[in-house]
């Protein structure tokens, strides 16, 4: 039966994910409103909630779950917290959009799904936003009409601006390829088999001793290859784009055209500079896809099992950069409750 | 001072448009919510109702803006209707967002602009949704730069899969150019001075006796040129494109390409076929602007004088369609509460 | 009968487009050779012929046609110079290839047309180049199969960088709208039946008293209308663009994207800045074109018809632009040798 | 010392690429003429030569080059039959247009060079067109001008609509991805060090037992990747793209869009069906500049020692291929000849 008062979400977490995710359910998501947010710094929190009416402020997950006017949980904190705040949501049987990575990495993602199977249902939906977002939707839809014939091949490109000063070489993989990782299996509907990660020499734009540019290939089970450059210090712009190769055609995805100019001998329009402007409409929709599913009493959207999977062809995408060689990626049996 | 409570919405109008703004207010904007509804068919306002806790149902406007829960006013009935319905918003000082047009003629918007100036303060948001949309959002944010020069001509396309049967000659510019009339003043920041209108021979694949395609060249009071295809039966997609060519260069909107496709000895992408595909992100940015405005005490967007311009020009326009010459447009005075 | 010998030609005229085409026949055309270059300034026809063996250097262009080796004669004078060197051609019944305008007005034009159609047979190609340009060769191609069904409008937008100080605002519709004068024709195959000039503010970057831009609209027999844009002094590069309008889709040329960048925060190309750049491969492949018909003995391309109707219509677009009203074109009888 | 006198090209093989060069030197290029075809199939030399004023009909090509009207060689037979042939053009030191492959094998390229450079200069010129399409010449110079900092990475996409009954996996490697391998060096002006064949399962569309498509990495000696997309059986057209990847940018080329279209729910263009269409250009100025430069008396581009190292990647292609892992590249030192 589905409920007609506005969610009560706690928002773990209020760094510069958590807090875009304050927002954007105080002021663009219909059905939904922040009652809690939490963070190991009290004036960050506080600073958050300033401006919601009836808003808590904590600094434990668990303290603020427990309160009376908290229907859910979205957990921005970072990677290394999730795990903790997932077996608390677990405990009170909370709904949960966790951001991504479900966990950092495989052996804990395991542990969460093993919590969460013990429940029997699903709780949890994993923040894996291109999913999403427009343009991915519509290669999704297009590939399922089967029109284009079985693919075969998936060209990636994911590009930033610049990166932070603590990205190692090996969270380009974790960090970045994730999210090529996810959307290889989701698109494709393949689970990833091996991985090999190739470094052409850095680029001088990259910060000392990381390894940037990397080209990343994935093999699937089903006979495809995905193919990613990843590149972290391009300096132009934030770009995503995505070719899938099939059988009959092709379709590609990131050219968005939408405002050119012709001035000074240059036809062309701007790019991106980061994902808050290029994901903005996913992001909404994600975030409204999950409170309306929860008003419902469902859980849709990527699960525990594909946060499982994208961690272990992360861990294995790490040991391939640093072995230089192609890793096969080992997955467990897939639980009844994510077929 | 704002105010947290979602704001009670009267729409008034379930039809085609009505209803997408009751769902647009139910399930997609923030901080708003449905409490009437309002139509001469009551079984189509039941139908809109239903599902939408505490909604009244009404076939008489006055009746619903009486309702104690209703803080705005959203008139999307039939042109002629509006008039009335304004004027009893402003009776109760209600904020009003009114679909375009206006009213149908000057002499019926001068009315209301004198019955809104009475009041001392603006109440009503005209619905030229397109100053929402993000390319022509960005289109304008491009020309205060400055940065290609001042504005010279402004080419558009309009174009629609196939008119209704009701539409008439007259109709492609009261209910089709009129878009392009309020975007030409509100890009180019200009009154419209003189309007030409040409009619080609019509296509085949318009209705017996529509004058399809027509085009329209507006002259400007900054000296700029606005010219204008208006083709409602194109049979191939739903297209507005806009370039302005200014003294340094050129800008254009449109052709934005999501998903690019090769297949068949082709390369190219879907075209939208109709407004709720393509403006769909504008209309619900317009009604959210206007929810949290509201909520602020504000009125903000186009104003009553922008929606009695538009109505001068397309009468001016339908003169200028039926002489095959080209007719002054002649405005009253701007009131001091628009300026 | 065909001939196997290169086609002896004297080229009239050794200014940049006169020297451009000796370069071209001397280098790049198959089948043909220049045997003599002839300007009023001799040290600049000397200039032309340096280096090309053989090639005879005259100051009168009917002693060049006396020649043994001449076979055919290429005008690039200016315009004044043609009717004198064309009827000089039709006096030896030699082939020509008379750059545009055929000459300076519709009257000089109707004296040449009636010169030729008193030889009995078909001896000037005129210059109309965009016939030739693979681009335009591909929409009319396209128009000839029906596909889209019969033409409505035709928008065109013609953009140089910067027009030469003695450029005049006639000038635009003569030099420059005429290629449009003759597409419209080409495309369309309608005759114009009535022009109309529109004067926006000039642009801040034209030379004083310069009416740049202009927007041109051409109405034709076909009830049919062709709006051309005319911008001389656009700043950014030369840009010639065809949209054909018609019943069931359009079709767009001009945009060609041949290099594509990513850089600092922009993505997109450069724009050609000149003619040369932009129509190389037209002029070579109407040179060569004209070549191969005379070597095999006949005359193909625009034909002093073509060149004729251009300048009627140009003649009235110049006083469309003087009165600021529409004018009507008004043509001779076509004679039986040019249908 | 230059010549004025048309050149006198044997042309050897006259099968679809020679007939079409026969076609080209006689009809397009200018300053050369065939003066002799060579095939072991005399009936198929007839028919090329049908039409040619002087050309000489040879199954024997040394018997063509000890003709005393030819001056150069344009060798368009089949890769195992170019060693003898050009062995034959060396001993009456004369220049030669080799099409690719310049020998099907290392070490077979290996004693041209060998033969050449006992010769003590240069008289071969390798087939490699896309040094002479003008998009490829674009992007080349762009990286020349350093604007877009040093290359990290090269994608390449090349693909067919059906290949041929005869074609091997093998063959997508030595006549299909010897393009790219030459585009790499040429652009990147490396040398490379090692491949990597990926096999995706094939295509639906490929023939029983052909691994289409494939996946080629190219690693460079100067630390670059360059992976080549390879699908001869695409269906949906010919396309050949590339991006470089630089330290502040990349360039594309390849989506060249000459004619766009709106009809039926669909915007786009047309895809070349085969090379023909898409590098006509660049075959004609291929040939233009192997005939100017022999007049000349010189011979450029692509030279013996860019033949035998495409021959040498293919082989390690092959081999790549063959086992499923990565081959290392060896090449000879490079000869003083070709530095």
Not at 38 to 66: K, N, S
Not at 219 to 238: H, K, M, P, Q
Not at 325 to 335: A, C, N, S, T, Y
Request: charged share 25%; proline share 4%.
């Amino acid at each position: 039966m589905s409920r007609r008062e506005p969610l009560g979400v706690a928002v773990i977490g209020t760094g510069r994910m958590g807090a875009d995710h304050v927002r954007r359910i105080d002021r663009v998501v219909s059905g939904a409103r922040v009652t809690a947010v939490v963070d190991l710094d009290a004036r960050r929190a506080e600073a958050a909630a300033a401006g919601i009416d009836g808003c808590g402020v904590y600094t434990d997950p668990a303290a603020a779950m427990a309160a009376a006017d908290v229907d859910a949980v979205l957990i921005a904190s970072s990677g290394p917290a999730h795990e903790a705040a997932l077996l608390s949501a677990f405990e009170r049987d909370l709904p949960v959009l966790c951001e991504k990575p479900l966990t950092p990495d495989a052996a804990s993602a395991l542990r969460v799904m093993d919590a969460e199977a013990a429940l029997g249902h699903r709780r949890v939906q994993v923040g894996f936003m291109r999913r999403y977002d427009a343009e991915y939707v519509r290669l999704k839809a297009l590939l399922e009409t089967g029109e284009l014939g079985r693919p075969l091949m998936l060209h990636n490109r994911h590009r930033n601006v610049a990166s932070a000063p603590f990205f190692t070489s090996g969270m380009l993989i974790t960090d970045s390829v994730a999210h090529e990782v996810d959307a290889t299996r989701w698109l494709l509907g393949h689970e990833i088999a091996a991985v090999t990660v190739l470094r052409p020499a850095p680029s001088a734009g990259a910060p000392d001793g990381l390894l940037d540019p990397q080209f990343v290939v994935l093999e699937t089970n089903g006979g495809a290859l995905s193919d990613v450059e990843i590149f972290v210090n391009c300096g132009f712009g934030y770009q995503v784009q995505a070719e899938v190769v099939c059988e009959r055609g092709t379709a590609r995805i990131g050219d968005g055209h939408a405002l050119v100019t012709n001035v000074g001998g240059r036809w062309g329009g701007t790019i991106a500079q980061d994902w808050t402007e290029r994901f903005a409409q996913a992001y909404d929709d994600e975030v409204q896809a999950w409170v309306d599913a929860t008003r419902r009493g469902e859980v849709a959207g990527p699960s525990t099992w594909d946060g499982y999977a994208a961690a272990a062809v992360c861990e294995a995408g790490v040991r391939a950069l640093d072995t230089g060689g192609r890793v096969e990626v080992d997955l467990v049996e897939q639980p009844e409750l994510y077929k």
